[in-house]
């Protein structure tokens, strides 16, 4: 159960379970203050590794879709859609695992299984087999996986770290994602040519196993006490909506990490269409796109990692949501790559500060008891990103995918604009 406390109180930055730890080593950089911590460092390298993997096979596996459905946009975002249905449905059960047993347990399981799931796709490439149903069954498998896997990865960072060091280790964390986001689709990108992309799959599950191999050095499990609790799941479940939907800031962060997912990032899953369509790029062109993508990334979670303090939090989440649409509608008039670069690089900046911020404040207003769930209910919403760009992928078939695009990043606006003023109490918060 969690603490009985008043109920503006329980969710409470300096309400937080478990022992305090020491502070960082002040002779590192604010920047990379969560490095001093020995399991954070082994956490972040399977991070990389993991996401090192998720960059090349999104680069891969939509060059793969291309070939498969003659350059189809609906076909991207069906594929989308296969592995965002089960990270939609099935975190919530992740985010209840997450609070009952060992989170390394389930994060080294689900890694090794992502390492399988490619090792399959790969062989079914390279023998000629592969068929477009083959690679939604996949989506499926994969994002039941990332379902039980992400709560427990988000979550375990803050057995690790402590709460001043919080924001830090997150940000540095999407650090690293973002690294790979540079580094993944431009070296796929490029390997596409030479190793086919049979032969770049192969290397992504092989980034899989190295993930693996780093989580198993992991020393913290992050046990919690609810697996004795001997609820059963659904009541876990409902105990954690019941938490969330009586805190009006937490309520306020998980519609905040909703509805940008729905708008906002549409673009991830469409981009390669809108390369063929707007630059008639190939497959290293696709990859430097996304690269920038990357860059812009890295630094925006760079920036906030350098932040000692960030105050009125939320208002600036607001207001970071209304940049990120209306850079992502500038992005959609972009006709060349000297516009649509330094475009992407914004729209990767202000996404990455973004999601940072809001899982920094999900984490830190939730108590130690229904972290594993409140996570969960950000990265269920993560699911609901692929799935609107099934909409928006529908769109793009009939009035371009620059259009559709267009359309996101104004219908993000109108969302900052209108939750501003509908939720003034989030403004406040610290």
């Not at 039941?144 to 919080?166: G, K, W, Y």
């Not at 609107?388 to 104004?410: K, N, Q, R, W, Y």
Request: net charge positive; aromatic share 10%.
């Amino acid at each position: 159960m969690y603490p009985q406390t008043d109920q503006e109180n329980k969710c409470r930055p300096e309400h937080q379970g478990g022992k305090p730890r020491s502070l960082p080593n002040p002779k590192l950089p604010s920047a990379l203050q969560s490095f001093h911590y020995r399991d954070y460092r082994r956490l972040w390298v399977g991070t990389f590794f993991s996401f090192m993997a998720v960059g090349m096979e999104q680069i891969t596996r939509g060059w793969l879709i291309l070939r498969l459905t003659d350059d189809s946009p609906f076909a991207l975002a069906l594929v989308m859609m296969s592995f965002a249905l089960p990270m939609t449905f099935v975190s919530l059960i992740g985010g209840v695992l997450a609070d009952r047993i060992p989170r390394k347990r389930i994060i080294l399981l689900t890694q090794s299984g992502n390492a399988i799931l490619t090792l399959i796709l790969a062989t079914l490439d390279m023998t000629g087999f592969i068929l477009f149903r083959h690679l939604l069954a996949i989506g499926v498998c994969a994002g039941t996986l990332a379902a039980f896997n992400m709560p427990s990865r988000q979550s375990i960072i803050s057995d690790i770290v402590p709460l001043e060091s919080l924001m830090n280790a997150i940000s540095l964390s999407s650090a690293g994602m973002n690294i790979t986001r540079i580094i993944g689709p431009a070296l796929a990108g490029v390997l596409i040519i030479y190793l086919d992309t049979a032969g770049v799959f192969y290397l992504v599950a092989l980034s899989h196993a190295f993930s693996a191999l780093s989580t198993a050095l992991i020393k913290t499990d992050g046990t919690q006490s609810n697996g004795r609790s001997g609820k059963g799941v659904a009541a876990d479940i409902r105990e954690g909506l019941k938490y969330a939907t009586g805190d009006p800031i937490l309520l306020g962060l998980v519609i905040m990490s909703l509805v940008p997912s729905l708008f906002g990032f549409p673009y991830l899953a469409l981009l390669p269409a809108w390369g063929r369509e707007v630059l008639n790029i190939q497959a290293d062109g696709l990859g430097i796109l996304m690269a920038c993508v990357g860059i812009g990334s890295l630094i925006g979670a760079m920036g906030l990692a350098s932040l000692d303090h960030l105050r009125k939090r939320g208002a600036f989440l607001v207001a970071n949501a209304f940049a990120w649409g209306s850079a992502l509608a500038i992005f959609s008039r972009c006709a060349s790559y000297s516009t649509a670069l330094p475009a992407l690089l914004i729209v990767g900046l202000l996404s990455a500060v973004f999601m940072s911020l809001n899982m920094t404040l999900m984490q830190s207003y939730s108590s130690h008891e229904m972290r594993g769930r409140i996570v969960s209910m950000a990265l269920m919403t993560f699911g609901v990103m692929p799935l609107s760009a099934v909409p928006f992928g529908a769109v793009a078939e009939h009035i371009g995918t620059a259009d559709s695009l267009g359309i996101a990043g104004l219908l993000l606006c109108l969302f900052a604009i209108g939750f501003f003023f509908v939720f003034p109490k989030f403004r406040e918060v610290a």
